[in-house]
């Protein structure tokens, strides 16, 4: 059974810092393409960042040189690393493993807010 399970959201202010994390089981996560996807209140869900199984990165245009996605593959877990955060960053975010086959995971909750 494959499971991702993210942890790491929470309340920041804006200019703030956070480390999003995401762990996965029943899966090699080296084989596969891992990424980072969100979605605000009313709005659709949408790539942030993805890490192919080759190491190649891609990022959305609002969040590059801002957010960092590295993998562990070690571990099995995928990062996101957001810096310089802006209130319109607010949404939960959600890991992706894809391999033809597409996993989700439930979702972490990110508010930017002073």
């Known amino acids: 059974q494959v499971q991702l399970v993210e942890s790491g959201g929470g309340l920041v202010q804006p200019g703030g810092s956070l480390r999003l994390s995401c762990a996965a089981s029943?899966?090699?996560?080296?084989?596969?393409?891992m990424g980072w996807y969100r979605q605000a209140p009313g709005k659709q869900r949408e790539l942030v960042a993805v890490?192919?199984?080759?190491?190649?990165?891609n990022y959305a245009a609002s969040v590059k040189g801002r957010f960092t996605i590295s993998r562990d593959n070690a571990k099995n877990t995928v990062y996101l690393q957001m810096d310089s955060l802006k209130p319109e960053d607010t949404a939960v975010y959600y890991c992706?493993?894809?391999?033809?086959?597409?996993?989700w995971g439930q979702g972490t909750q990110v508010i930017v807010s002073s």
């Open positions: 992706n493993a894809e391999r033809g086959e597409v996993y």
């Open positions: 029943g899966i090699i996560s080296r084989i596969y393409s």
């Open positions: 890490s192919s199984k080759v190491g190649s990165t």
